[in-house]
């Protein structure tokens, strides 16, 4: 049976979508899974990834070349910009043999097969083009291999603005949070003479990287020592997660990538001033993401931690691991 399946959205949507997938593929033999992507700039980013659990991985204007393709097995359908990139431009004969009525979710799917963390079986990788990518890229970032010689923390910063996905309300405001990390971090970096590596923060943006960072990034950074910090420049998404991954500690904001790096790690992890909707969503879908299953912990999310517990938190997962 040959079945296909649009990978769409942001980033982190793109990447659980792919791991579903995998443990889908893999538990169903039977099935000969087509992958489509549904922007050319999705498509090019996650080239380098291990995605040979299907069968051809291509843009959506290529899906009419495979008549073969009896289904859809699709994530998100009632996603508007999936409708507006892919579905809109695609015929009713091949719109047929998709299932508009139900919107699987890749959180809940997840869930219910145990992929929080994932277990190797079904972890996405890098394939050796990935591999071959992943050194410029960490060159390009200026990301030293002596920087692991002593520990590492990765940040995400993921400022939400206006209503998205993840409603912005009950967020700190931005010049306070900006202060209280870079004073968290300046500590933190005396205390165990560690390493930053920034995500999301300190780029500039224009025509040339725009739609690669989706426009996210501000062009403000942290006030930390200049040696003791690298800002990644949003040079690939699937990458920089492999690199920030390698981190001692990683943090940082509510995030697609932050998931991700929870999805291959499963520890050694801070959530940092998480939107009460983001929150709200993970209890409703009983996610094991960051250990928000643990009610105390969810509960203590909610209360609206400070900068000092998360860094009190960082400095104890540094001392386990000295």
């Known amino acids: 049976m ?20 995998k443990h889908y593929a893999i538990t169903n033999p039977g099935v000969e899974l087509r992958l489509f ?14 995605l040979s659990f299907a069968a051809s991985f291509d843009l959506w204007t290529t899906i009419e070349s495979y008549p073969d393709l009896q289904s859809f097995f699709q994530f998100q359908v009632h996603d508007v910009d999936l409708h507006k990139d892919a579905l809109q431009h695609l015929p009713e004969s091949v719109l047929a043999k998709l299932d508009r009525t139900e919107n699987r979710l890749p959180w809940r799917y997840m869930r219910d097969h145990k992929l929080i963390p994932a277990p190797e079986r079904y972890a996405l990788e890098l394939n050796s083009y990935g591999r071959e990518q992943l050194t410029r890229v960490a060159a390009a970032n200026g990301v030293r291999e002596e920087i692991w010689s002593r520990p590492t923390i990765s940040f995400l910063w993921r400022y939400r603005k206006g209503q998205g996905a ?31 590596l920034v995500c999301g923060m300190n780029v500039v943006t224009d025509e040339t990287n725009r739609e690669r960072t989706d426009n996210k990034y501000p062009s403000f950074g942290l006030e930390l020592p200049a040696d003791r910090v690298t800002y990644m420049q949003g040079l690939s998404w699937p990458l920089e997660l492999e690199i920030a991954s390698r981190a001692t500690v990683c943090c940082g904001h509510a995030s697609g990538f932050t998931e991700g790096q929870w999805i291959k790690r499963g520890r050694d992890m801070v959530l940092m001033d998480a939107p009460p909707h983001y929150l709200a969503k993970a209890a409703y879908h009983r996610m094991p993401l960051f250990g928000l299953n ?26 386990a691991r000295q």
Do not use: W
């Open 37 to 50: 992507a549904a922007t050319q700039s999705r498509l090019n980013a996650f080239r380098v990834l291990d």
């Open 166 to 196: 993840i409603s912005s309300r009950g967020q700190k405001p931005e010049a306070e949070l900006v202060a209280a990390y870079s004073k968290m971090f300046r500590d933190l970096i005396a205390r165990f003479d560690c390493h930053i």
């Open 2 to 21: 040959v079945v296909g399946s649009i990978l769409h959205g942001a980033y982190g949507d793109l990447y659980e979508q792919a791991l579903c997938l």
């Open 294 to 319: 643990n009610p105390i912990k969810l509960a203590g999310m909610l209360l609206n931690r400070s900068p000092e517990s998360y860094g009190r938190d960082i400095a104890a997962i540094l001392k």
